[in-house]
């Protein structure tokens, strides 16, 4: 019994091997989550597995190649260039980079102590291009960065998606494998589903409605339906009086905020806000989900606060059927809160940017590297990470990771980012580990916690990424630890193998049996469960969890009503430098962000990278379906086949992330047609609160290709 690691919704597997041969991989319907549904990604574990490119051994840089190298041999290497950095340049030389797999399986935690271990402030995470403001707003409504409500999906009565296309995606930060069919359920017990979305997607097309928001839109639409709320006193009160506070401040904020000045804001009709909000307030449970689409936007943090604030307001959270805080196994909220977390503790070197979470946003990653100066990052680990292809960044840092004294990759493919380092050290493929998620079962939408068999022994000296990080943790440490005997340092790292961690949080946790007696759930149960174990549907929980000091909700935090104030008050820029449509993203459903094109099952079809665009647009630029166009925007360029298309608002157009690979160790995804979006996006605009990039919303012009 697996389970799939290749995103967040971890769908159970069964995997059949014959004759050294994935021969088989479906889903588990026994799995109390997935239920037996994969996505058609779940067959490139198969893929991934047997690629001829994976990188099996260490490999070392010879001048413009790479060669295999022993792993005793490249970590004393590795440990005495990187320590010779920190000894001449300080340990503010030494950055890392921790890439999305990360947090699928249990190296996320080990790298993140390797990254206290190299004790800079140049920590950079692909949050900053993800979820931090879902984060920064959690911080400020519920008092820790952990506690971001999760969407009761199973039993709402209505869903309304703002920014997320879980019909492809699965769901992130509420976690629900086999998003479709949950979907359909709630219109089958008699719920409604609204999509809010500049493109009909494939959840809109799921849904009672779909609201095609101007990209960027969000922040009034919101505005304007807590006016009506408010104004119409649909609110629920008393749950706001037992919860909350600030709901005064919020009346005043938006009591100008009608519908019909948010409308032309928003893209959306008044009369479509205003019954957006009354129906929210009547229905018998109701949550807004909001993911992606709204947090890499200059308003994300702004959009991610107003989410809790409706869904509190309308007495939607802590209840069934609305947005709730998880009972995960291990207790990771109450454990986030025992570490010190000191938000704007430093700031980058131009002082634009705050650390939050102890990390900078990785658009100044190139910047910290290319720019001389005391702190200038001299030496590089990435850490599942492709950022040269993730992040906006001008196409500096494959120039800046050129130009570093040295740079580590834990990873096992040569990339756009790896193949500028001078070792590649590569883990076992996820086939061939036994592992225990404990930070996915925090997001997901019911409480579940389930064992990752491998389905191959690992090769001999094969090591996994935490061994990897632990190992070059050692390498930093001071001299008399570093030189303890060799048997003692592998004793000591084995000690913690996140087996071992993972039962002693399984056993402090919620469920466990030092809080449950005999009645509480093991690691050995964990082990033996064929699908995973059931812990129960979301509960009421905001009470036990919330960590602000006075114990209350916190609707209105001031520096987010004067950011809110401030926008209210502006204006929308006219555009009247050429650039007339408003790209965003779109991810699909055999793609997986940078890293899963090498699989050929993988691409062709419908899995290419284009742009859509409406056909009224296409029109009027005398552009044809299949026409080979030219994306320009105020920082790139790049040309894509146009797909036209009427699911898409006029005014907006569409292209995927992770394309565009030329020059890696992927032969297949190296031949592909395709462009990099991320050339088009400007790294300096961000969301204002956490410095996350700003990727959807960019104004780009289309024009023929010459
Ligand atoms: N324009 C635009 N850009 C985006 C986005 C967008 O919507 N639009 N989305 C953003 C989002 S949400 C994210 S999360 C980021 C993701 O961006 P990144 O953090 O860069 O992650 P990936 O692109 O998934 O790159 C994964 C790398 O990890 C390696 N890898 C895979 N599994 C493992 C493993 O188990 N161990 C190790 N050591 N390595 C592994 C792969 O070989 C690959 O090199 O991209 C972001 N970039
Ligand atoms: N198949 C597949 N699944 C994935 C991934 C993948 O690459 N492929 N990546 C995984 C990762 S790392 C993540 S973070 C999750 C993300 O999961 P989702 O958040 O579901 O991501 P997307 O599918 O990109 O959906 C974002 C939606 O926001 C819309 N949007 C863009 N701008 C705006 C706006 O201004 N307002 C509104 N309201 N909507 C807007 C886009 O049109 C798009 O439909 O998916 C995960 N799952
Ligand atoms: S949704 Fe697809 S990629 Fe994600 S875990 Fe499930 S099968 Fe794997
Ligand atoms: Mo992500």
């Known amino acids: 019994m697996s389970q799939c690691t290749l995103c967040e ?10 004759g050294g041969q994935v021969t088989r ?7 109390v989550l997935s239920h037996g549904y994969i996505c058609p990604k779940a067959t490139a574990m198969g893929g991934l597995h047997h690629d001829p490119d994976r990188v099996r051994t260490p490999l070392r840089r010879v001048g413009d190649r790479f060669e295999p190298v022993g792993w005793d041999e490249a970590f004393a290497d590795i440990g005495r260039r990187l320590r010779a950095v920190r000894e001449k340049n300080g340990s503010q030389a030494l950055g890392m980079y921790l890439g999305n797999p990360a947090a699928h399986s249990s190296g996320a935690a080990y790298g993140f102590l390797l990254s206290r271990a190299l004790r800079t402030p140049n920590f950079f995470t692909a949050s900053s291009i993800d979820q931090m403001p879902h984060e920064y707003a959690a911080w400020k409504v519920f008092g820790s960065n952990a506690l971001i409500p999760v969407t ?9 998606i703002l920014g997320a296309n879980p019909a492809v995606s699965n769901g992130s930060l509420s976690i629900m494998p086999g998003a479709k069919r949950r979907i359909r359920a709630i219109r089958d017990r008699g719920g409604t589903v609204v999509v809010v979305d500049p493109r009909r997607t494939e959840t809109a097309r799921l849904a009672d409605q779909h609201v095609a928001v101007r990209p960027g839109g969000d922040l009034f639409l919101l505005l304007g339906m807590l006016h009506v709320l408010l104004a119409e006193k649909l609110c629920d009160t008393r749950a706001v009086a037992e919860q909350a506070t600030g709901i005064a401040e919020l009346a005043y904020l938006v009591a ?14 008044a009369d479509v806000i205003r019954t957006l909000a009354r129906e929210h307030a009547a229905a018998e449970s109701a949550a807004i989900y909001a993911r992606i689409g709204i947090c890499q ?8 606060w107003l989410v809790m604030v409706l869904n509190a307001v309308t007495g939607n959270l802590d209840r069934a059927g609305g947005t709730m805080f998880t009972t995960p196994v291990a207790d990771v909220p109450r454990l986030a809160k025992r570490i010190p977390f000191r938000p704007g503790r430093y700031t980058d070197r131009s002082g634009r940017y705050r650390s939050f979470r102890s990390e900078l946003p990785a658009v100044v990653m190139a910047d910290e590297i290319l720019t001389p100066g005391p702190g200038q990052i001299r030496a590089m680990i990435t850490y599942a990470g492709n950022p040269v292809s993730s992040i906006p960044q001008r196409g500096r840092l494959d120039d800046a990771l050129d130009s570093l004294d040295f740079c580590v990759a834990v990873d096992m493919y040569v990339t756009e980012t790896t193949r500028h380092a001078d070792y590649i050290l590569p883990p076992v493929s996820p086939l061939e580990r036994d ?30 990424d935490w061994e990897i990080l632990m190992r070059l943790a050692v390498e930093l440490l001071p001299r008399p630890l570093r030189w303890m005997p060799r048997p003692l340092r592998s004793r000591l790292i084995s000690a913690i193998n996140p087996l071992r961690l993972a039962a002693l949080a399984v056993a402090t946790g919620p469920h466990g049996r030092l809080r449950r007696g005999r009645r509480g759930i093991t690691m050995a149960q964990i082990r033996s469960s064929p699908g995973g174990v059931d812990l129960g549907p979301l509960r009421p929980r905001l009470r036990e969890v919330i960590a602000t000091e006075d114990r209350r909700v916190h609707l209105a935090p001031g520096e987010f009503v004067a950011a809110a104030r401030s926008h209210l008050q502006g204006t929308d820029a006219a555009k009247d430098d050429g650039y007339d449509l408003q790209l965003v993203g779109r991810r699909q459903l055999r793609s997986n962000n940078s890293w899963l094109h090498n699989v050929p099952s993988m691409t062709g079809g419908s899995n290419r990278c284009t742009i859509l665009m409406n056909p009224d647009d296409a029109a009027s630029r005398g ?25 898409i608002r006029a005014g907006t157009v569409a ?33 204002t609160f956490t410095g996350t990039a700003a990727v959807n919303g960019t104004w780009v012009s289309v024009s023929a290709a010459q």
């Open 9 to 18: 919704a971890h769908c159970g597997l069964h995997v059949t091997v014959s």
């Open 152 to 160: 009761d999906i199973d039993r709402t009565q209505r869903l309304v």
């Open 655 to 687: 292209i995927p992330h992770g394309w565009g690979h030329r020059d890696t160790g992927w032969r297949h995804a190296d031949t592909l047609a395709g462009a990099n979006v991320n050339e088009l996006h400007d790294p300096d605009l961000v969301d």
């Open 623 to 647: 552009l044809a379906d299949g026409d080979i166009v030219c994306v320009a925007s105020a920082i790139g360029r790049i040309e894509v086949p146009v797909d036209v298309t009427a699911d």
């Open 435 to 464: 592992d225990v998620s404990l930070l996915t079962p925090v997001f997901q939408v019911r409480n579940t916690v389930r064992f990752q068999h491998r389905s191959f022994d690992p090769p001999p000296g094969g090591l996994e």
């Open 256 to 269: 100008d905020a009608t519908p019909e000045a948010m409308a032309p804001r928003a893209g959306v009709d």
């Open 25 to 31: 991989i479906e889903g588990n319907p026994d799995d």
């Open 297 to 304: 936007q200059p308003t994300g943090t702004l959009v991610s």
